[in-house]
C-alpha cells in the first residue's frame, strides 16, 4: 500500500481563550483556531485522521452556556463542517472510509467519530480509558463506548507510509501521525503535541494535562524530524500556519 495523497481539510473553527494557546497570556480574550482533518487517499481506500467537532456545535456558538467552559470555548461551526459533509464534497461517503486514527478525544479532534459506527478506530489505550465515563470529555459524541476502537499502545504502523507515535502531554494518550505520500514524502501531523509553532520551536506552554509529557513529546518529534527530515511539519491549531495551508483540493 502507499499513500497517494494527503489533503488538509478545513473543519470549522473554534475560538479558545488566549491563555490556552499561550499560557503566559492572562485569560480573557479569546482567539479564533483552525480545526482540522486529514484525508488520506492510498491504494487501500482513503484513511481519515481525526473527524472535527460535533454536529451539535452547528450553528450553535452558545453551546457551552452555562457550563465551565462558558467564555473560553466557543465553536464556529457551520452544516458544512460537519465531517460528512467535508467527506462528500471530496467525494466520499462515511462508509467508504477505511480506517480512522483518533489523534486523541478532544471536542475539536473526535466529534464525528459517532459517523464511523462500523470504521476501525485507532486510538491509544490511555486517551480511551482517560476519556470514557469522564465529563472533561465533553461532549458525549467524543467519547462514544461502542464504536470499533483498535486500541494501541505506544506507536504503530497502520499500514505503509502511516505511521502513529505515541505523543502524551496535551492529553494522556495524544497521538501525533507520520504521513509519506507519493508526492511530497515525510510530513508530520504533530496534532496537538503543539497548538502552534511558538508552542512548538519556543517551548511556549500551552493547554496540557501533563506538561512535563508535553516537553518530552515535543522534544521526541523534534528527534524524529531531524532523522526523516518531513518536508512538512504541521501544527494542531496554528492560524499563521493555517492561512498558508494548502487546503482541499489541493493535496500534498
Ligand atoms: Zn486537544
Given at each position: 500500500?502507499?499513500?497517494?495523497?494527503?489533503?488538509?481539510?478545513?473543519?470549522?473553527?473554534?475560538?479558545l481563550?488566549?491563555?490556552?494557546?499561550?499560557?503566559?497570556?492572562a485569560?480573557g480574550?479569546?482567539?479564533?483556531?483552525?480545526?482540522?482533518s486529514?484525508?488520506?487517499?492510498?491504494?487501500?481506500g482513503?484513511?481519515?485522521?481525526?473527524?472535527?467537532?460535533p454536529?451539535a456545535?452547528?450553528?450553535?456558538?452558545?453551546?457551552?452556556?452555562?457550563t465551565?467552559?462558558?467564555?473560553?470555548?466557543?465553536?464556529?461551526?457551520?452544516?458544512?463542517?460537519?465531517?460528512?459533509?467535508?467527506?462528500?464534497?471530496?467525494?466520499?461517503?462515511?462508509?467508504?472510509?477505511?480506517?480512522?486514527i483518533?489523534?486523541?478525544?478532544?471536542l475539536?479532534?473526535?466529534?464525528?467519530?459517532?459517523?464511523?459506527?462500523?470504521?476501525?478506530?485507532?486510538?491509544?489505550?490511555?486517551?480511551?480509558?482517560a476519556?470514557?465515563?469522564?465529563?472533561d470529555?465533553?461532549?458525549?459524541?467524543?467519547?462514544?463506548?461502542?464504536?470499533?476502537?483498535?486500541?494501541?499502545?505506544?506507536?504503530?504502523?497502520?499500514?505503509?507510509?502511516?505511521?502513529?507515535?505515541?505523543?502524551?502531554?496535551?492529553?494522556?494518550g495524544?497521538?501525533?501521525?507520520?504521513?509519506t505520500?507519493?508526492?511530497?514524502?515525510?510530513?508530520?501531523?504533530t496534532?496537538d503535541?503543539a497548538?502552534?509553532?511558538?508552542?512548538?520551536?519556543?517551548?511556549v506552554?500551552?493547554l496540557?494535562?501533563?506538561?512535563?509529557?508535553?516537553?518530552?513529546?515535543?522534544?521526541?518529534?523534534?528527534g524524529?524530524i531531524?532523522?526523516?527530515?518531513?518536508?512538512?511539519?504541521?501544527?494542531?491549531?496554528?492560524?499563521?500556519?493555517?492561512?498558508e495551508?494548502k487546503?482541499?483540493?489541493?493535496?500534498?
Amino acid at each position: 500500500m502507499t499513500v497517494k495523497k494527503l489533503y488538509f481539510l478545513l473543519a470549522g473553527s473554534c475560538y479558545l481563550d488566549q491563555s490556552a494557546v499561550n499560557k503566559n497570556l492572562a485569560p480573557g480574550r479569546l482567539l479564533e483556531m483552525p480545526v482540522w482533518s486529514f484525508l488520506l487517499e492510498t491504494t487501500d481506500g482513503p484513511i481519515l485522521i481525526d473527524t472535527g467537532m460535533p454536529d451539535a456545535f452547528v450553528n450553535n456558538p452558545e453551546y457551552f452556556k452555562g457550563t465551565k467552559r462558558e467564555g473560553r470555548v466557543v465553536p464556529k461551526m457551520t452544516a458544512n463542517d460537519k465531517i460528512v459533509n467535508i467527506l462528500k464534497s471530496a467525494g466520499y461517503r462515511a462508509g467508504d472510509i477505511q480506517a480512522v486514527i483518533s489523534s486523541h478525544l478532544h471536542l475539536d479532534h473526535a466529534g464525528g467519530n459517532g459517523h464511523f459506527p462500523k470504521t476501525p478506530i485507532f486510538i491509544q489505550q490511555a486517551e480511551f480509558d482517560a476519556a470514557m465515563g469522564n465529563d472533561d470529555y465533553s461532549p458525549e459524541e467524543c467519547r462514544l463506548p461502542d464504536l470499533q476502537y483498535q486500541i494501541i499502545e505506544g506507536d504503530r504502523e497502520v499500514a505503509p507510509g502511516v505511521q502513529i507515535f505515541s505523543t502524551p502531554g496535551h492529553s494522556p494518550g495524544h497521538q501525533s501521525v507520520l504521513v509519506t505520500t507519493e508526492h511530497s514524502g515525510p510530513i508530520l501531523l504533530t496534532i496537538d503535541v503543539a497548538y502552534t509553532r511558538e508552542n512548538f520551536d519556543n517551548g511556549v506552554p500551552f493547554l496540557s494535562y501533563d506538561s512535563e509529557s508535553t516537553v518530552r513529546s515535543i522534544k521526541r518529534m523534534k528527534g524524529l524530524i531531524e532523522k526523516v527530515q518531513p518536508s512538512k511539519v504541521f501544527f494542531g491549531h496554528d492560524r499563521v500556519q493555517a492561512r498558508e495551508a494548502k487546503v482541499f483540493p489541493d493535496f500534498l
